[in-house]
């Protein structure tokens, strides 16, 4: 049977995983492979593995127990591999590049953030302050326009559109950076200008969060600023 790892941490970590329980129906029971320097938290990986909201509780409950005890390298939901051997071999093979990154989380969280502008708020700003956008669109309006006008005003709308939004993006970081130890951006999706996770210390969480509520307030009412935290450190293993 194939084994499921949740997370690899240092062997002096407690590794309490008492009153736990691992992914699978009926759950399967948890255990560490070790290796001199390393434990990895695993179970045995049931046959069909999908994201259900059981086993993604179970996962993020180990994660969660492991975090308030020390630091850990949280694995993402459905990851396996072939046996209980092949964990320890990696744990070997790979033990300097793992003792790294738990120093670099020592002491760490995750908070994931996205942001947004109100599309029509976007589109109001940019006919307001771009004269040649609002030329273009009164005369689309007037019902005289030429039959390219609407073609050329939405080229440069979405021009406008990513330029504003790529300096969005850039005013957020440089407001939240200087409170995080490390940064991982990810690609944008749907309404969203920023989808970025920050690895903040516990002792400056305080700062973090007050500079985020800051920076909601000073960007308004058309901004939506979604903070999801405190995170065991998937963004950063």
Known sequence: MSVYVYSILATTHPQNLEGLHGVGNPPSDL???QSKQLSAVVSDAP???????RDLGAHQAVQERLMADGT??????????TDDEAVRAVLKERADE???????????????LKAAQDE?????????????????NEQIRSGNA??????ALGEMVSQEVQARQEQLAAGVLDALRGF??????SPPTGNDFLSVSFLVEQDNEKSFLGAQRDLAKELGEDFDLRLLGPLPAYSFV
């Open 98 to 112: 793992f003792a790294e990154r738990l120093e670099a989380l020592e002491g760490c969280v995750e908070y994931h």
């Open 72 to 81: 850990v390298l949280p694995l993402q939901f459905g990851f396996t591999t």
């Open 120 to 136: 029509d708020a976007l589109l109001r700003q940019i006919l307001t302050e771009s004269d040649q956008a609002r030329q273009l």
């Open 47 to 53: 046959e069909e593995l999908r994201p259900k909201r």
């Open 31 to 33: 255990r560490t492979v």
């Open 146 to 151: 030429a039959p390219e006008l609407p073609l």
């Open 180 to 185: 995080a130890r490390e940064e991982r951006l």
